[in-house]
Nanobody, 123 residues
Framework: QVPLRESGGGLVQSGGSLRLSCTGS????????VGWFRQAAGKGREFVAA????????YYSDSAKGRFTISRDNTKNTVYLQMNSLKPEDTAIYYC????????????????WGQGTQVTVLS
């Protein structure tokens, strides 16, 4: 499995933006579908966004649609999650996960997870 590492989390004011990165090592990363999930304190993990190995198609949760954008640069072995118009309810630990080729809404289909990065949105 390709180790995944998230970065880019932090503290931001409501209405602000952050860009998360999910970086994998090795050429195999470019053939993996990647998803972003998040888990708020005391809640279950929920889907945010996903993309296929080539970048499209992409999938978004209803809460992410129109505010977040998933993209990837396979030359850098990195998948990005651009988050705009952040709200306090976006506060969570954000995880990236990978699976063979395709993206998916469903966490049970991912077999490799990063350690997560904290995003905190202040009201």
């Amino acid at each position: 499995q390709v180790p995944l590492r998230e970065s880019g989390g932090g503290l931001v004011q409501s209405g602000g933006s952050l860009r998360l990165s999910c970086t994998g090592s090795g050429s195999a990363f470019s053939r993996l579908g990647v998803g972003w999930f998040r888990q708020a304190a005391g809640k279950g993990r929920e889907f945010v966004a996903a993309c296929w190995w080539r970048g499209t198609p992409t999938y978004y949760s209803d809460s992410a649609k129109g505010r977040f954008t998933i993209s990837r640069d396979n030359t850098k072995n990195t998948v990005y999650l651009q988050m705009n118009s952040l709200k306090p309810e976006d506060t969570a630990i954000y995880y990236c996960a990978s699976r063979d080729q395709s993206g998916s809404y469903y966490e049970q289909y991912y077999d490799n997870w990063g350690q997560g990065t904290q995003v905190t949105v202040l009201s």
